[in-house]
């Protein structure tokens, strides 16, 4: 039966009320599984009957069959429950290239990855890719704290991924997989037709072809005491990129009125150069000449047109399970998984500078000469200019942005009975994660500098470096004809950056678990004794930054740089029955738990604990509640990441900005680091022509870990009247204070300049003499931006679950599941002067961004028949209506100046998409099935660029939300044998 709404815990109660066999019990039945392998994601107490108190989301491996599942985040960000962040449909512009999960929209780094219960990898380096898709017998995803048992980062919720690690045979299994869409917006199309040199988009396409082809074999050996299984993996998906989607197609932009195609008229295919306040295009008739910037349409080019939806990537995943059970005191296990992921991105070739043109340039033609530089044609004299260059001419290739992630896990130990009721398992795990980027073909700015300053010696053009001999390799360039840059300059100018991330984690647990009824420990009310688990865990966390010397050079960084750090825990649990079968009391169980931790990196010690209580009045009826104190102290990178520079903005206080209407204060300025005698006399200079100073990124030593309340309070029905039905409702509140975030440089001057909070005005570093942000000390000239603790974070939201099986006699059974979830609040507040943002309900800019539908359900219906195994299965995944932020009367979200007034754009409509799947066994042991999601080809909504996350670096949508390529195919076969 394929579920999406069955959680353990409902999965148990069904069992209790109907007395149906359960995962659980069949596990307790079976000679190769014990009771004591049996996980129940969110306890250590291994009890047949073990509940979570929280409520647990599962996805059971026809689940993901039905999906076309191959990246396993595509099926997790399909839940209401989980924001879509760094996924597939992410990774075209740089993102790292990791698959990651974001439970409660409260940040991917608050959402703990477990493995069998076991930590799956450092939880800032957490890449899904490295689970064996292949052999998941299922997915918990549990929503609330989970410290006290888990330990730091299960502040959001637990995604456990529960493995079949006694597999016995061979499977085999092949997949295609691909995209069909038709461009059809209309609007989007008229927009692009605008300009000449933007290619509208193929009506029909067909494009993201992935094949995928798995294997696994398991052997039972010893008569069942022993298993050894291994798996490989292996996908090639080929890129789709923005331009071949036509609402993608272009940067989309908005006033209050209509949308737009933002055309890049800087950038072009033949050059441009803007000199003394005049711009001037390379004429792309070949001529040796410059034509007027009025025909800016003609020259305006799609920088966009070469980013991907999806990268051209190949991935290897491979791993070995082994277990031996020696006698019932000692069974020992182990896996390995490795996994490496390429991925290859073809960007945008853009490329500006800044130059100086010597007015006797031997490339300048007459007239141009003139124009630049008037009277002084002919002469030596220098002339500054700014250069624009869309790389598209021989010879020369765009960045070319290359991810390499390479994942090692490695688990081992050792587990059984100590005696009667006790239980041991010591566990070992070392994982290693590397992330290595590269960007190929970046113009280093020296070079062609060098490259452009061009003297005639004996009738042949020079570079100046090559005459005074302080770059004999320079390759002269001519920038003043389309297309006549020698490809012999690329070359010389290309520069290639290369940067390893290698975060490691060393993770060593010992618990023991009993049963205290056996020493009479129990209420005289309840039919068991009390339960316990305690243990104690000893985690090593440690990055790297290991940086080529191009990069070292650019970004101002150290060669390496890094750090670590280390914890030591004890926690425990205790499992409470209070009562069994008495009068309005069919069963009470109270659970608890607490764990201490011990950082090395800080000076207090740090506490969680759980009280979870289940109270069934009648047999159909379950009244379920918990409180958790969780926490998350700062993860590695927060803690020691390097930071990198860029120049961009302008200085509120320079002399140009103080002489424009609205100029700032003598007292604003003042609260940036300005003197009195600076403002007054309007000395500080305004920065250079790239911009202001700004550093971003890095790590704080100093991060204090984040603490959070979560509470969860639930009902279930099972009416024995009606056999197979679930219905749950479950409220969820998480509260977190403290949270660590990033404040930007851009939002610290500013909130500097109008509060003069110290908060913000520690990140402003004037030159003591000279006031100016754009210096070249490495302790002042520049405004930075950094990892803080800084406010509270609150997520309200109720979730349901139904689920109905039931059989219609001689044509097979039917499942039918659903669950959704109605959002109340998520809000935050960035820090303690800024109004807290309640996001529930909204969109877009300036506040909130990824729509936040206050309510979102996934829905199956599955026809099992009796013909040859065969199976069909339709699913409904609906998204919510949002309005957009901008537009609210709330001045938190509409950026503080009341509402702006959009009349497009005011509301996200409420999406529908449906999914329809089947599989049918062809022959014995082979299975063959089809998934198509979005059977219907809608497309996604489209909005400006700025709408989507504040950039302009996305195409125009929500692509983890919606689905962004059309209607997605999954062919594959089966074999067992």
């Known amino acids: 039966m394929a579920s999406i709404a069955l959680s353990t815990l409902a999965l148990s109660q069904a069992a209790q009320a109907h007395g149906a066999d359960t995962p659980a019990t069949e596990a307790a039945a079976d000679k190769s599984t014990t009771v004591d392998t049996v996980i129940v994601t969110g306890t250590r107490i291994r009890r047949p009957n073990a509940q979570s108190a929280a409520p647990i989301v599962s996805m059971d491996k026809q689940e993901l069959q039905f999906q076309g599942v191959v990246n396993i985040e595509d099926a997790l960000n399909r839940l209401p429950q989980v924001r879509a962040d760094n996924n597939q449909f992410g990774a075209g512009f740089d993102n790292g290239g990791q698959a990651k999960v974001n439970l409660r929209r409260l940040g991917n780094q608050r959402t703990l990855v477990l493995l069998d219960g076991e930590r799956l990898l450092p939880v800032q380096a957490i890449d899904l890719n ?61 927009l692009i037709s605008q300009y000449p040199n933007f290619p509208v988009p193929a009506q029909h396409v067909t494009d993201g072809g992935r094949w995928n082809i798995n294997f696994a074999a398991g052997k039972n050996f010893a008569d069942g005491d022993g298993n050894i299984s291994i798996f490989a993996d292996y996908r090639d998906q080929k890129p789709v990129k923005w331009s071949a989607r036509d609402y993608s197609s272009c940067r989309v932009s908005a006033s209050t009125t209509a949308l737009s195609c933002a055309a890049n008229t800087a950038y072009t295919p033949w050059g441009r150069i803007d000199a003394a306040g005049n711009g001037y295009y390379i004429n792309k008739d070949g001529t ?30 491979g791993g070995l399970f082994a277990n031996y059970h020696f006698n019932n005191a000692l069974e020992v296990y182990s896996n390995l998984l490795v996994m490496r992921d390429v991925s290859v991105e073809q960007q945008s070739g853009a490329f500006d500078q800044d130059v100086s043109i010597n007015c006797n340039n031997p490339f300048l033609s007459a007239s141009q000469a003139q124009s630049l530089c ?44 100590l005696f009667d009721g006790w239980h041991y398992d010591v566990n070992f795990i070392a994982s290693r994660v590397e992330n290595t980027l590269s960007d190929r073909n970046e113009i280093n700015p020296t070079r062609f500098a060098n490259a452009v300053n061009v003297v005639n010696v004996n009738g042949t053009p020079t570079c100046q470096s090559v005459v005074d001999k302080t770059d004999t390799n320079c390759v002269a ?72 010397q191009a990069t070292v050079d650019y970004e101002g960084w150290f060669s390496t740089t890094g750090g670590h750090y280390g914890v030591k825990e004890v926690y425990g649990e205790a499992q409470l029955p209070i009562a069994n079968d008495l009068p309005l009391v069919k069963s009470l169980v109270f659970n608890t738990g607490g764990r201490a931790s011990k950082y090395d990196n800080q000076k207090k010690e740090l506490y969680t604990y759980k009280v979870e209580g289940l109270y069934r009045p009648v047999s159909d009826v379950l009244v379920r509640f918990s409180y958790n104190t969780a926490a998350r102290a700062p993860n590695i990178s927060e803690l020691y990441s390097p930071r990198n520079f860029s120049y961009n903005g302008v200085d509120p206080c320079s002399t140009t900005s103080l002489s424009q209407p609205g100029a700032a204060t003598a007292a604003q ?27 971003a990124g890095g790590g704080n030593i100093n991060l204090l870990p984040e603490k959070a309340i979560t509470q969860t309070l639930g009902l279930v029905y099972t009416p024995a009247a009606v056999p197979g039905l679930l219905i ?40 003591p003499t000279t006031g100016r942000l754009d210096g070249t000390s490495a ?33 097979g059974r039917m499942d ?95 999406y529908s998409y449906f999914d329809l799947a089947a599989s049918v066994m062809v022959i014995k042991d082979m299975t063959a099935r089809i998934s198509i999601n979005n059977l219907l080809d809608k497309s996604p909504p489209v909005v400006p660029a700025t709408f989507v996350d504040g950039t302009t670096n996305n195409p125009n949508t929500y692509t983890g939300l919606y689905d962004p390529l059309g209607r997605a195919v999954n062919i594959s076969l089966q074999y067992n044998f």
């Not at 299960?154 to 691909?178: E, T």
């Open 669 to 695: 300025c003042a609260n940036t680091g300005v003197t009195a005698a600076q403002y007054a006399n309007k000395s500080i200079q305004d920065c250079g022509p790239n911009g202001c100073r700004r550093y």
């Open 779 to 811: 302790t002042t000239g520049f405004i930075s931006g950094g990892t803080e603790n800084t406010n509270i974070l609150n997520y309200k939201a109720d979730d349901f679950q139904v689920s109905y099986n039931f059989d219609i006699g001689k044509y």
């Open 130 to 190: 490295i689970v064996p898709v292949a052999l998941i017998s299922r997915v918990d995803v549990l929503s609330g704290g989970a410290s006290s048992t888990y330990g730091s980062d299960a502040v959001a919720g637990v995604v456990n991924f529960v493995l079949n690690k006694k597999f016995d045979g061979v499977q085999i299994n092949s997949s295609y997989s691909f995209y069909q869409h038709t461009n059809d917006n209309i609007a989007m199309r008229s």
């Open 374 to 417: 008037g009277g002084k044609a002919g002469s030596s004299t220098l002339v500054g200019a700014h250069y624009y260059l869309l790389q598209q001419g021989p010879g020369s290739t765009p960045v070319q942005n290359r991810i390499v992630n390479a994942d090692y896990r490695v688990s081992a130990g050792a587990k059984g009975d």
């Open 816 to 910: 039918l599941s659903m669950i959704g979830t109605l959002l109340i609040d998520s809000m935050g507040q960035d820090s303690p002067t800024t109004p807290a943002q309640d996001c529930a309900g909204y969109y877009g800019q300036p506040s909130c961004y990824a729509p936040a539908p206050k309510w979102a359900h996934n829905a199956r219906a599955t026809w099992s028949t009796p013909w040859r195994n065969s199976n069909i299965s339709l699913a409904w995944r609906y998204i919510g209506d949002t309005k957009l932020s901008a537009n609210s009367a709330d001045n938190a979200l509409n950026g503080g100046a009341g509402p702006q007034g959009y009349k497009i754009l005011t509301k996200m409509k409420a």
């Open 288 to 317: 040796q000449s410059f034509a007027s910037t009025a025909n800016a349409a003609d020259y305006a080019s799609n920088t966009r047109k070469d980013w991907n939806f999806i990268r051209s990537d190949k991935r290897f995943t």
């Open 728 to 767: 749950s409702i479950d409220h969820v509140d998480i509260k977190i204070k403290d949270f660590i975030g990033y404040i930007d440089a851009n939002v610290a001057l500013s909130n500097c300049l109008t509060t003069g909070l110290q908060y913000y005005c520690r990140f402003v570093k004037r030159d």
């Open 477 to 548: 360039a001519n920038i003043f004809q389309a297309n006549k840059i020698d490809p012999k300059v690329y070359p010389y100018v290309y520069d290639n950056y290369r940067w390893t991330n290698v975060v490691e984690q060393r993770d060593l647990t010992a618990n023991i678990t009993g049963d205290l009824g056996q020493y009479g420990i129990k209420s005289p009310w309840a039919n068991e004794g009390v339960a316990v688990a305690l243990g104690g865990e000893y985690r090593r966390e440690s990055l790297k930054v290991v940086a080529d």
